[in-house]
């Protein structure tokens, strides 16, 4: 204090704006105000951390005094800078939710300040908005209740300053009840003191009380308290008065930024100033001229207007906040880490459980919600602004749950578009619309228009049942005309990823209803007003510290993907973790290709069909995209592996198709492990295979061979296929898909069969893994119900599940950019394998067998083996019994054999099929193309790993080699803390 002159003294009391996302000259303005005016402090706002960081740092390093750092993070440092955690708005937790979240989230914003070499957060907002038509506070507050308001915000300030930032309650004496904004104007506060005291007040009160640090005063008009009229930030009466000698306030005292017209509108710059610090404030915000600000000042100490004890007063505060916020061993900031060390997944999973809690659930017309019975609905979603370009991320996460059309209208569709859009939504039984692009205004009714209002009408008259999801301000839902005829209605307070994701999670049940309204927003929703419904109905979708697992699991799990990838184990993969139902990992990593493969390996590859072509007829066939080398696989750039992406499961077919089909029979009588094989198929009655027990068949311990290259029958003997058995085109007497551009005769499935019937058994008892017995269940489905086992799956089992990807012959139904290739197959059907299936043996049977020929994604391979998990149950139904399913998964015949029925368990090798930690009551099951799914009871985990590590070669066996997938349930288990 003593080394400053008066001058540099008066200097510490302004801080002044900076920016990180602006031009070089804008930077040396503030460079030249550090320098030559000495100034206290700076105010951040737009940009980017690093761009931030390395800007301070030059800042810090060219002032004399180190500067005090501030920014506006109501809702966190993402509120002003790009790329990082956004904290829900105070606004959407206000109405119940676990004030110990609170607090952690004032420790986090605290951890992400410091990170960034800050040390004030203007953060709680404490205004109590008790007026809808408020244009400037809002969402911003915690709500109109002044005793939740004082709750929430103390417990926000309190997880702050205990982590060393200094909290400023905002906007003092109370900027709740006014219909004017104060960057644009004056507002006036028009009620009494009685009202103050007992409304506006207590939140100021309670956190003083707790050991607030800062306080500022907003520039409200407030008679109550200062009869002469004009902005509090200039009042004596009110900040040294009241706020000072009347509360006994001992912290700082800031002023809202100087440079609004609620403050010059009244006094210019300069003069503005000076009556701010007159009137008792200790920092001065913005305030828009800095030179001609501290020549006033001096002149006013020089005056007698303000005395130089005064200034050093404030100065004193100053300086004492800056040693308390470690100033006096100041360090530049490392940019190293800085994106990661910003999102870690603490503060990932404190946005996201605290969005979780607030979501509201207003209306529920005969408890539509959670939505029961996928399978008979037809679903569409419908955006109600926004970008048309755009799937939004609600439209993403309904796609997660069950298939649905998407559909989009801007804020204010013509009549035409009117008109067209309730025609394409005529089909459907159940409309999922989204309020979207929603203003903050009370003027513009918060963004909803006319128009959507109309078609909102127009759609309930359909009398289709319509699901309202509003990604706005509460007060946004009064101004929706007709909310009573929707079936349901949900609040998600903001457009979020977080907000979209779980009021989706909501629709499903992966996630209960629990929030409560903050606001008042009519007389039939008040403050407190909420259903609720049951979570944990389906999947749900949040982080790994909300099941008690370690949020380092990402991070681990990248580094296992990373290496393998490395190493070329695999070009890509899809990586799923779940824990108690909860998904807490869900990932893709690589490319469905490596760069550079197809053209150099397809066209170069040997092909002995090729060579036997005449040249015209060979250029035909590399020009027909239908026969042998699709166009998609000519592309030498690589595409990136994503989520919705289908992998070729290989045996996990026997688990996921196969055995919930036999599951579904035994629970019908149809069907018992304890029969045998010549009980089931007539055409193995008279074989060795007749009196076959099935429960040593589904164990593996039957005595059938483990594989039987079937393929080899039907070619020549120099390799080409025998054209009596293959065609490149389809017809009645070759209807079967055994490859782009190649057909299979239809009697090659009862040749398959008969092979398998005249094979011999193996010479010694005991387990041997064989995939033959796999093949003759769809003959079984078919005899039993009447329908191809893909049909039976479909209606039983994929449907009610909302498994959209699962299934055969995925070509069928999906583009070939969403599917995976696997092998150049060069000795069979001598093409990249792309949409068809990897095993051959399926191949044969058209892509429809019970030991492979399954595709699908990681998500919904999840849903299935989830369901394993819950004993059978999902979605509020019983697909599977759960005795019967506690039997499959049991250990048949230990120690002898380790397997189930069909369900492979722990290998005495963990690293053959597991982990070294895995229980003996887990269970799953591996594929040949690179996939898996393993479930551990005692920890409640679901781990699905889905490559395609046999692109282009099966030789390729890196994954097993480098223990990947045993390797990823091992993380997942270390991860599971408690």
Known sequence: MRALTPDQRAAQLFMVAAYSNRKRIDEDSISTLIKQYGIGGLIFFQGGPVRQAKLLNRYQSQSKVPLLVALDGEWGVGMRLDSVEKFPYQMSMGGETDTALLYDMGREIARQFKRLGMHVNFAPVVDVNNNPANPVIGFRSWGENPAAVARDSRQYMRGLQDAGILAVAKHFPGHGDVDADSHLSLPTVRVDRRRLDTLELPPFRSLMAGGLGGVMVAHLNVPAMDTVLGPSTLSRPIITGVLRQEMGFKGLIFTDAMNMRGVISKFPPGEADVRAIMAGNDILEFSKNIPLALRMVRAAVDSGRISQKEIDEHCRRVLAL??????????????????????????????????????????????????????????????????????????????????????????????????????????????????????????????????????????????????????????????????????????????SANAQSLAAQVLFGGTAATGKLPVTVSDKYPRGFGLRTAGRFRLRYATPEDVGMDGRLEARVDSLVGRALAAQAFPGAQVLIARRGTVVLRKSYGNQTYAGFARKEELGMKNEELKKKKAVAKQKLLANSSFLIPNSSLVTTPRVVTNEDLYDLASLTKMLAATPALLKLEADHKFSPDSTLGSYFPFLRGTNKASLKLRNVLAHQAGLQAFIPFWQAFRKKNGDLRRRYFRPDSSARFPLPAAAGLWARRDLPGRVYQQIGESPLTAKPGYVYSDLSFFLYPELVKARTGLPMDAFLQKEVYRPLGAATLGYRPTNRFPLARIVPTEVDSAFRKQLLHGTVHDEGAALLGGLSGHAGLFGDANDVAKLVQTYAWGGRYGGQQLFDKALLDDWTRCQFCPDNRRGLAFDRPATNPAVNSAKSASQRSYGHTGFTGTYFWVEPEKELVVVLLTNRVHPTRRNNKLAEMNVRTSLLQLAIEAARK
């Open 322 to 495: 800056k040693q308390w916020a470690g100033l006096s061993h100041y360090r530049p900031i490392d940019t190293k880490n800085l994106y990661e060390d910003l999102n870690g997944p603490h503060a990932q999973y404190l946005s996201h459980r605290l969005t979780e809690l607030s979501i509201t659930l207003l209306r529920n017309q005969k408890n539509l919600l959670p939505l029961q019975r996928l399978d008979t609905l037809r679903m569409a979603t419908l955006v109600l602004g926004g970008s048309p370009r755009d799937t939004t991320d609600f439209q993403k996460a309904v796609a997660d749950y069950a298939p649905a059309a998407h559909f989009h209208a801007s804020a204010t569709p013509t009549l035409d578009e009117l008109l067209a859009l309730r025609a394409a939504l005529r089909p459907y039984n159940l409309i999922l619309v989204s309020l979207q692009s929603l203003g903050r205004l009370p003027a513009t009714s918060f963004g909803i228009s006319a128009e959507e209002n109309m078609l909102l009408r127009e759609l309930v008259d359909q009398r289709q049942q319509l699901v309202l999801s509003v990604f706005g301000s509460a007060y946004a839902v009064a101004r929706v005309r007709d909310l009573d005829r929707a079936a349901a209605v949900i609040l998600a307070y903001q457009e």
